[in-house]
């Protein structure tokens, strides 16, 4: 399963990479195409910022969080896990949704977005493109399952619980009143 997850991942990359290569080719600098109109256009942005412009032409910082972030990844991957198939796909998209914006930023010193969801003039959400989507889904993917399946039984001496089941977990005996 781990080799799959991996190769996945490197499709989604290539695919990341490729799409933004075509609208780097394919279109202007802030120019659009209507693909289902009133709903979704193609639109060529660079953001120089994390989501939603967050840290704005801060590039080596964010170049930074992403290494940090990766090696955490990488460090926890086992921890993180806990051996379930999808949990190896969500960590690796996130991780190729990680590679994908880091490349933009040291190749081209801004992260390409071009998926543009909006209802006409009325409301719109920010531009993104598939890095960012292979990230949200892997985040998405990887809480649900962290929720829905079963804690691994620990090994023997070991006392981790799955990852978000410990992070909320409340201790019922701390919950009770103390007798001093």
């Avoid at 989604?12 to 120019?31: M, N, R, T």
């Avoid at 009133?38 to 939603?52: C, E, K, M, P, Q």
């Avoid at 960590?91 to 006409?120: C, E, K, P």
């Avoid at 598939?130 to 090994?155: N, T």
Wanted: proline share 3%; with cysteine.
């Amino acid at each position: 399963m781990l080799v799959a997850a991996v190769v996945f991942a490197l499709l989604l990359l290539l695919l990341d990479q490729g799409s933004k290569l075509w609208v780097e080719h394919a279109f202007e600098h802030h120019q659009s195409c209507a693909v289902i109109e009133g709903w979704l256009d193609i639109y060529s942005v660079r953001n120089t910022g994390a989501a939603w412009s967050i840290l704005k032409n801060q590039i080596w910082l964010l170049l930074l969080i992403a290494i940090v972030a990766f090696g955490a990844i990488l460090y926890f991957f086992h921890y993180l896990t806990e051996r379930y198939p999808e949990r190896y796909f969500a960590i690796f998209m996130v991780l190729s949704g990680i590679a994908g914006n880091s490349i933009d930023r040291l190749w081209r010193g801004a992260v390409v977005d071009f998926i543009h969801v909006h209802y006409y003039d009325k409301w719109q959400y920010p531009v993104f493109n598939v890095a960012d989507i292979a990230i949200c889904v892997g985040v998405g993917i990887f809480v649900l399952s962290s929720f829905i399946r079963p804690e691994k039984k620990p090994e023997a001496g070991k006392t981790e619980t799955g990852f978000f089941r410990k992070l909320f977990r409340r201790d019922r005996k701390s919950d009770a009143p103390s007798e001093k």
